[in-house]
Structure formats: structure tokens, C-alpha cells
């Protein structure tokens, strides 16, 4: 096990809405980025967080934002729900920089209807 | 182009044959390598870094072709349960946001 949560496991939304998912990142770790898994695609990367600030954004609309907390746990936020946005949401935690790997989490698999 | 790339597969092994795939990145400053595996639904699990000399764990080798910009992933005396996908992994290591890119996955069927 990794010590990286990630709630809700599964969520239903429909076009139009909002959604909130939660990261819980593992002990000693700063630094928390998220990705976007479609259906029979490898992760793509959504942004990254560090000290509470945006540190490093894919290619993702900004109806796509997100948080981290003094914990170093993490939300990430999606308004005005599209299709496409039905996914799995993963969560990585890892120090900053450095060659330490990062550590998912189960992720959060969001269908939008 | 996609930054890496990957044959989807997928490749059906006998149990016990060795099994053996690329990935191709397309960015020459990537500087560090991995393989994850997934298995079916869940999240994304490091199976091994690669390293330039290239490296063993047990039934698996990784290698690593700077020149060509690929890496390999072999699998000796495969066993039902590798079945899985195995997301190839670049990034660079720098202060600011270093995100992983994923290629798209190579699936790997191990059958009696």
C-alpha cells in the first residue's frame, strides 16, 4: 500500500455539473499531482501542487483547478462537467524533484452522463 | 506525435515463454525511465526504474537505448498473474512540476 487515499471511489455527475475529488497524499510527502486515465489510455497529467501553489499544468482547460492544504492533501475541481471528462482520477504524491518515484493512489473513477 | 509511445498489444504468452516490448520517447531530455504495471481498474503501480546500464529484478529487464530513444521491458518465464498492462514512464527531474508522461500501455496476456 502506497498511504495515498483518494475519495470518492466512484462518483456519478451529469453534463453540466460540478465535482470535487480528495487526496490524502502519503506521510513526508510535499508535493501532489493529479491525472486524467480515459478508457484504454495511459495517465495524463493535469497539474501538480507544492506549498499550497500550482507548480506545473498539462494540457487541461481551466475549468480544471485544484487546491492543496497545509497537510499537503489535495482537491481537485472540475466545473461544468463534459462527457469526456468520464474518467479515472489519480492522485501521486512524491517529494519535489529528486528521482523518487511517485505513488498513486486508487484513484476516483467519475462518469458523466 | 505522442512523447511515448507504445505497441497497445495485445500480446498473448504462453505461461512460462519469455515476452519481451519497446517504448519509444521523443523528447532527448528525459531523464529518468520507468515501467508501472496496471492491472485491470486500479491504479498505476512502479514496477521497476531504469537505469542506463540497464537492471534486474527477478524475471524482469529493463533497458535503456539513449541513442535511440527507447526503452525495453522483458519478462522471463512468465507467470498468469503478469497479466496486465505496463504503462512505460518518462519525466525530467526539475524544481518546478515534474509531472510523469505516460505512454499508453502494452497489454500482456499470460495464458496456460
Known amino acids: 500500500e502506497t498511504g495515498v487515499t483518494q475519495s470518492p471511489t466512484h462518483l456519478i455527475k451529469t453534463r453540466g455539473q460540478q465535482v470535487t475529488l480528495r487526496c490524502s497524499s502519503q506521510?513526508?510527502?510535499?508535493?501532489v499531482s493529479w491525472y486524467q486515465q480515459a478508457l484504454g489510455q495511459g495517465p495524463q497529467f493535469i497539474f501538480q501542487?507544492?506549498?499550497?501553489?500550482?507548480?506545473g499544468r498539462g494540457n487541461f482547460p481551466p475549468r480544471f483547478s485544484g487546491l492543496q492544504f497545509p497537510n499537503y492533501s489535495s482537491e481537485l475541481n472540475v466545473n461544468a462537467l463534459e462527457l469526456d471528462d468520464s474518467a479515472l482520477y489519480l492522485c501521486a504524491s512524491h517529494p519535489l524533484g529528486g528521482r523518487e518515484t511517485q505513488y498513486f493512489g486508487p484513484g476516483t473513477r467519475l462518469l458523466v452522463l | 506525435r505522442k512523447e511515448v509511445e507504445q505497441d497497445p498489444g495485445p500480446f498473448n504468452v504462453p505461461e512460462g515463454a519469455t515476452v519481451a516490448f519497446n517504448c519509444t520517447y521523443s523528447n532527448s531530455a528525459s531523464q529518468s525511465f520507468f515501467w508501472y504495471r496496471q492491472d485491470c481498474r486500479k491504479e498505476p503501480k512502479l514496477l521497476m526504474s531504469?537505469?542506463?546500464s540497464g537492471n534486474e529484478d527477478g524475471r524482469f529487464t529493463a533497458q535503456l537505448n539513449r541513442a535511440s530513444q527507447y526503452i525495453s521491458l522483458l519478462i522471463r518465464d512468465s507467470k498468469l498473474s503478469d497479466s496486465a498492462t505496463y504503462l512505460c514512464v518518462v519525466t525530467m527531474i526539475k524544481a518546478a512540476g515534474n509531472k510523469l508522461t505516460f505512454g499508453g500501455g502494452t497489454r500482456v496476456l499470460v495464458k496456460p
Open positions: 506521510s513526508g510527502h510535499n508535493t
Open positions: 531504469v537505469y542506463s
Open positions: 501542487y507544492y506549498r499550497e501553489e500550482e507548480n
